[in-house]
């Protein structure tokens, strides 16, 4: 794997670590209120998942970090948040005997600790593959933490003033996605060895986008 795809993978986990956040708001936002319960939840879900991402992928990457792995750890979050759009009622009726505080925390875990999770274990696993010599670790680390924070701050901008008016929510969700998913099947591709897996994912991004273009979900978002 080359080292401007590696970056490729960074920039692009670090955008979408923002984007989430942010489409969390509008996608929880019409049931429970933008409320100060709501940012304390999704931050406070935010940074416990991304925690957890480094801290699970400091260990496995020490022990077998190979591009494969981490472009399946991109497919993964990815595929989450295909699934997103259609796991959100039926999380809100799970969570809705547990009073708006605990509902709203919940649901928020739910829906977007897993791809946040994944989300942070993509840089420490980048640094691991891209790391030659100790003499550069700090460089290549703050180099790495450096693209996925700059691509945080585009993200921001982005998402909320130019995606989510044009797009949706429900269309950037999706995107979001298919992008994840899309980039970790470029990677896979790239190794002979994995183009039989980089092909299965394209074909099932194709299928789901084949799927929710004919059955809408329930009370679909704008």
């Given at each position: 794997m080359?080292?401007?795809y590696?970056?490729?993978i960074v ?8 984007a989430i956040?942010i ?11 933008v409320?100060?319960?709501l ?9 416990a ?5 480094y801290?699970?992928?400091?260990r496995?990457?020490d ?9 399946i750890?991109?497919a993964?979050?990815?595929v989450?948040l295909?699934?997103?759009p259609?796991?959100?009622y039926?999380?809100?009726r ?5 009073g708006?505080?605990?509902?709203v925390?919940?649901?928020a ?5 897993p791809p ?5 274990m993509?840089s420490?696993y980048?640094?691991k593959?891209?790391i030659?010599?100790?003499n550069v ?6 180099n790495l933490?450096a693209?996925s924070t ?7 901008l982005l ?7 044009n797009v949706g929510?429900?269309?950037l969700?999706?995107?979001?996605g298919?992008?994840?998913l899309?980039t970790a099947?470029?990677?896979l591709?790239?190794?002979k ?5 980089s092909?299965g994912?394209v074909?099932?991004?194709l299928?789901y986008?084949l799927?929710v273009?004919?059955v809408p ?5 704008p």
């Amino acid at each position: 794997m080359s080292k401007l795809y590696l970056y490729v993978i960074v920039f692009i986990s670090g955008a979408s670590v923002l984007a989430i956040e942010i489409l969390g708001t509008r996608i929880l936002g019409p049931f429970y209120g933008v409320s100060l319960f709501l940012w304390s939840a999704l931050i406070t879900i935010t940074l416990a998942a991304l925690s957890v991402g480094y801290w699970l992928c400091g260990r496995w990457a020490d022990k077998s970090a190979t591009p494969a792995r981490l472009c399946i750890l991109l497919a993964t979050a990815g595929v989450w948040l295909l699934l997103v759009p259609g796991l959100k009622y039926p999380v809100l009726r799970f969570v809705e005997i547990l009073g708006l505080r605990l509902a709203v925390l919940v649901a928020a875990f739910i829906l977007f600790a897993p791809p946040l999770t994944l989300l942070g274990m993509v840089s420490p696993y980048a640094l691991k593959l891209q790391i030659a010599s100790l003499n550069v670790v700090g460089r290549t680390a703050g180099n790495l933490y450096a693209g996925s924070t700059f691509a945080s701050v585009i993200s921001a901008l982005l998402t909320g003033f130019i995606f989510i008016p044009n797009v949706g929510v429900k269309g950037l969700t999706l995107a979001l996605g298919a992008l994840l998913l899309s980039t970790a099947a470029w990677g896979l591709f790239q190794n002979k060895k994995s183009k039989l897996a980089s092909l299965g994912i394209v074909l099932v991004l194709l299928a789901y986008t084949l799927v929710v273009g004919i059955v809408p979900t329930e009370g679909a978002d704008p």
